[in-house]
Structures are given as structure tokens and as C-alpha cells.
Nanobody
Framework: QVQLVESGGGLVQAGASLRLSCAAS????????MGWFRQAPGKERALVAT????????LYADSVKGRFTISRDNAKNTVSLQMINLKPEDTAVYYC???????????????WGQGTQVTVSS
């Protein structure tokens, strides 16, 4: 079972940028598809972006397309989420997740980090 630890959250103003990182251990990172999900207060956890184990396919939520970029470094066992032009509606706890499947379906992600808070003020 892979262990995931997120970092990089914080409080920023609207229009700012943040980069989230997730460090993985305890598994063969290059075999996992990775994803970022978020949960805002009073809402269900939702997919933000996912990337296949080889980086060959990525999927984004419509609300973040053009603003967020997911990337991975299999040599360093890390996955990152670069966020630009942040909006107050991006405020949420962001979770890193791993899936042993090549299919980037949210329900297939079964390993989760503890989450990192992102707060965007207007």
C-alpha cells in the first residue's frame, strides 16, 4: 500500500498561484495512476486532475482546465499540481490519491493522503 503525503497548501489571494506536491512511499510509484481531489466545506470530494502511471494521459475537471496542471516525476516519486489564477471557489482541502489502474476513473483511487488546505481569499 502506497503512503502519500501532501504539501504546499496555504492562504492566497484570488489570482495568485500555488504548487501542491505529493510524496509517495511504500510502493512502486511508477505503476500507479495519481490524482488530485478536493473537498470544499459542505460538499463531496471531487476529482480535480489525474495522470496515468506513465504520464501519457491526463484528465481535468472542467472548472480547472487551463488553470491547473498535473505532473509527475517517477524518479522522485512525486506528483504535483500547479495552480494559477486561483479563485475563491478553489478553496478546499486537496487530497493526493493513487490508483493501481490505468483507467483514470475517480472510483478506482483507493490510497489517500491526509490532505492540505488551500484557501483563496477574494
Amino acid at each position: 500500500q502506497v503512503q502519500l503525503v501532501e504539501s504546499g497548501g496555504g492562504l492566497v489571494q484570488a489570482g495568485a498561484s500555488l504548487r501542491l506536491s505529493c510524496a509517495a512511499s511504500g510502493g512502486t510509484f511508477s505503476k500507479y495512476s495519481m490524482g488530485w481531489f478536493r473537498q470544499a466545506p459542505g460538499k463531496e470530494r471531487a476529482l480535480v486532475a489525474t495522470i496515468r502511471w506513465d504520464g501519457g494521459n491526463m484528465l481535468y475537471a472542467d472548472s480547472v482546465k487551463g488553470r491547473f496542471t498535473i505532473s509527475r516525476d517517477n524518479a522522485k516519486n512525486t506528483v504535483s499540481l500547479q495552480m494559477i489564477n486561483l479563485k475563491p471557489e478553489d478553496t478546499a482541502v486537496y487530497y493526493c490519491a493513487a490508483s493501481s489502474s490505468s483507467y483514470l476513473r475517480p472510483e478506482l483511487f483507493s490510497s489517500w493522503g491526509q490532505g492540505t488546505q488551500v484557501t483563496v481569499s477574494s
